[in-house]
């Protein structure tokens, strides 16, 4: 039986990186800028392939679904795998409180600048045990509201 290969080792392939979530940036993008010369006719797989492999937070969620997706697991480790997802989102609401009152903390700090570094600081932080924790479910989980507060930020700094 063949194995259907997901779409991130396809996105893997299709720049001609080695599988593996750590990646170099800058040779990331010199693959990029080579393979789109070689190949003008597949540039919306190598677009966002690339625009997915760049950012940590999609890349993070690309290797999560490879490797539920395609885990070798039975049926029981799957169902074991969504109960770990679902003690995520209740882990991610005791979270909540905390988000809205960073959120709550940049609208009454527009003005304020410093304030609002201190905030950035705080979410880079926090941002940066995600991507240290990518294949916990609950990180990927806090780490998506984490980059939708920091994009709220980003329209005040």
Do not use: G
């Not at 625009?51 to 885990?71: C, I, M």
């Amino acid at each position: 039986m063949v194995k259907k290969m997901s779409e991130c080792e396809r996105f893997y392939k299709s720049l001609e990186m080695p599988f593996n979530y750590t990646i170099d940036k800058n040779l990331l993008k010199k693959k990029y800028f080579d393979v789109v010369k070689k190949n003008k006719h597949s540039t919306e797989l190598i677009n966002n392939a690339y625009n997915t492999l760049k950012d940590d937070y999609l890349r993070a969620l690309s290797f999560k679904e490879h490797f539920f997706v395609n885990s070798d697991t039975n049926n029981l480790d799957k169902i074991k795998n969504s109960l770990l997802a679902t003690e995520s989102t209740i882990e991610f609401d005791k979270n909540l409180d905390d988000f809205l009152n960073l959120q709550e903390q940049i609208l009454q700090n527009t003005q304020n600048k410093e304030k609002l570094k201190e905030i950035d600081q705080i979410l880079t932080v926090e941002i940066e045990k995600c991507k240290n924790n990518y294949k916990n479910v609950s990180f990927l989980n806090k780490w998506s509201y984490l980059r939708k507060i920091q994009n709220i930020l980003k329209e005040y700094l």
